[in-house]
T-cell receptor
Framework: DTGVSQDPRHKITKRGQNVTFRCDPISEHNRLYWYRQTLGQGPEFLTYFQNEAQLEKSRLLSDRFSAERPKGSFSTLEIQRTEQGDSAMYLC???????????????????FGPGTRLTVL | LAKTTQPISMDSYEGQEVNITCSHNNIATNDYITWYQQFPSQGPRFIIQGYKTKVTNEVASLFIPADRKSSTLSLPRVSLSDTAVYYCLVGEAGGSYIPTFGRGTSLIVHP
């Protein structure tokens, strides 16, 4: 396993279409994150999973966005009725967070994939 | 949620030491400070993490004063390949931690 992979790497779609992206994390990692990044900005958190459970979802995320991680391995991010403002790089990251992690144990080191660049025409 | 402030950009020259400071005035007791590096068209890459005083690894050092309201990432003897955006994050994994990258600091290393 060489790292986090994302598919496709590039996606061009027309406004109003639905798109789905896939992320395959590092195999032993139990936590998976999705981010969106536009030019000149840092990655913006969208959501994350601990195994198959979606623990946090950004309040900025519209209901056109949905993510799944059905078996606690790969994850998909779907955007329905795409808009031009959805054009961005979509990044996936994974990490290994021990279940017993508590206060004072630091935060998990995230390993990022290469991203999927979405262009909505 | 602790907010961080970094310079938008910095310039340096090959062989110099670069220090990037991040302010996090409302850091919580259990929060750690983490730095990531991002090259164009790539995802961020973890550099270093610390809680207090000084942490050093093979690529960088992290200096954290006693009040922990700021931290400084130190890159020794930078090269052209250190040209990247550097992000400072503050948080603690227990509970609902939401990683917040901000705009980061764009470092340009000149020959």
């Amino acid at each position: 396993d060489t790292g986090v992979s994302q598919d496709p790497r590039h996606k061009i779609t027309k406004r109003g279409q639905n798109v789905t992206f896939r992320c395959d994390p590092i195999s032993e990692h139990n936590r998976l994150y999705w981010y969106r990044q536009t030019l000149g900005q840092g990655p913006e958190f969208l959501t994350y999973f601990q195994n198959e459970a979606q623990l946090e979802k950004s309040r900025l995320l519209s209901d056109r966005f949905s993510a799944e991680r059905p078996k606690g391995s790969f994850s998909t991010l779907e955007i329905q009725r795409t808009e031009q403002g959805d054009s961005a790089m979509y990044l996936c990251a994974s990490s290994s967070l021990p279940p017993s992690l508590g206060a004072g144990r630091g935060v998990d080191e995230q390993f990022f994939g290469p991203g999927t660049r979405l262009t909505v025409l | 949620l602790a907010k961080t402030t970094q310079p938008i950009s910095m310039d340096s020259y090959e062989g110099q030491e670069v220090n990037i400071t991040c302010s996090h005035n409302n850091i919580a007791t259990n929060d750690y400070i983490t730095w990531y590096q991002q090259f164009p068209s790539q995802g961020p890459r973890f550099i270093i993490q610390g809680y207090k005083t000084k942490v050093t690894n093979e690529v960088a050092s992290l200096f954290i004063p006693a009040d922990r309201k700021s931290s400084t990432l130190s890159l020794p003897r930078v090269s052209l390949s250190d040209t990247a955006v550097y992000y400072c994050l503050v948080g603690e994994a227990g509970g609902s931690y939401i990683p917040t990258f901000g705009r980061g600091t764009s470092l340009i290393v000149h020959p």
